[in-house]
T-cell receptor, first 114, second 116 residues
Framework: LAKTTQPISMDSYEGQEVNITCSHN???????ITWYQQFPSQGPRFIIQ???TKVTNEVASLFIPADRKSSTLSLPRVSLSDTAVYYC???????????????FGSGTRLSIRP | DGGITQSPKYLFRKEGQNVTLSCEQN?????MYWYRQDPGQGLRLIYY???????QKGDIAEGYSVSREKKESFPLTVTSAQKNPTAFYLC???????????????FGSGTRLTVV
């Protein structure tokens, strides 16, 4: 199992850039890094996915160093609506048989203040 | 719009009763999953299925049962054997075919089950 470690909670203010780091020391060669966002009483929503280097989409950026033992989700200019729990997942989400190896930990509870 | 529909949104169960949670998807995904989430906790895998009439137990399958009679549907039954069923239940689906760099899981909006 590719275990991940991320901060339990983070606080920031509107307009700031927020970086959430996830540690995954035993990531396997075939594993991807995927981040999900969850609002209260809703299902998690895909944010971004990467394998190495940097990935950017309209919502966030994902930075992955060469050794892939960690990753950083970067949210530019956050707003109050970015208050949510963020999960870092490591594994091959493309294979159904990998489901038992994908761990949704407690995530990082991000609170954005005005 | 393609997506996953879970129903009902809220469900109340008396102790000793079985209840069934519905999950339907129109994404043409092969794989479907059920997760349980307790307050302040992450998601734990209950059951998952790749094809019709086949499914595997996840980490916490005891007290639950599933069926996969149609590709689009993956209902979860919470039986009376589940001693602590009050939780938020999430259904998900994925392509599941092993294509690299896929987006992973698409989740439904969840069913909150409360034992009264």
């Amino acid at each position: 199992l590719a275990k991940t470690t991320q901060p339990i909670s983070m606080d920031s203010y509107e307009g700031q850039e927020v970086n959430i780091t996830c540690s995954h020391n035993n990531i396997a060669t075939n594993d991807y890094i995927t981040w999900y966002q969850q609002f209260p009483s809703q299902g998690p929503r895909f944010i971004i996915q990467g394998y190495k280097t940097k990935v950017t989409n309209e919502v966030a950026s994902l930075f992955i160093p060469a050794d892939r033992k960690s990753s950083t989700l970067s949210l530019p200019r956050v707003s109050l609506s970015d208050t949510a729990v963020y999960y870092c997942l490591v594994g091959d989400l493309g294979r159904w048989s990998s489901a038992s190896k994908i761990i949704f930990g407690s995530g990082t509870r991000l609170s954005i203040r005005p | 719009d393609g997506g996953i529909t879970q129903s009902p949104k809220y469900l109340f169960r008396k102790e000793g009763q079985n209840v069934t949670l519905s999950c339907e998807q129109n994404l043409n995904h092969d794989a479907m999953y059920w997760y349980r989430q307790d307050p302040g906790q992450g998601l734990r895998l209950i059951y998952y299925s790749q094809i019709v009439n086949d499914f595997q137990k996840g980490d916490i399958a005891e007290g639950y049962s599933v069926s996969r009679e149609k590709k689009e549907s993956f209902p979860l039954t919470v039986t009376s054997a589940q001693k602590n069923p009050t939780a938020f239940y999430l259904c998900a689906s994925s392509d599941g075919t092993g294509t690299p760099e896929v987006y992973g899981y698409t989740f439904g909006s969840g069913t909150r089950l409360t034992v009264v």
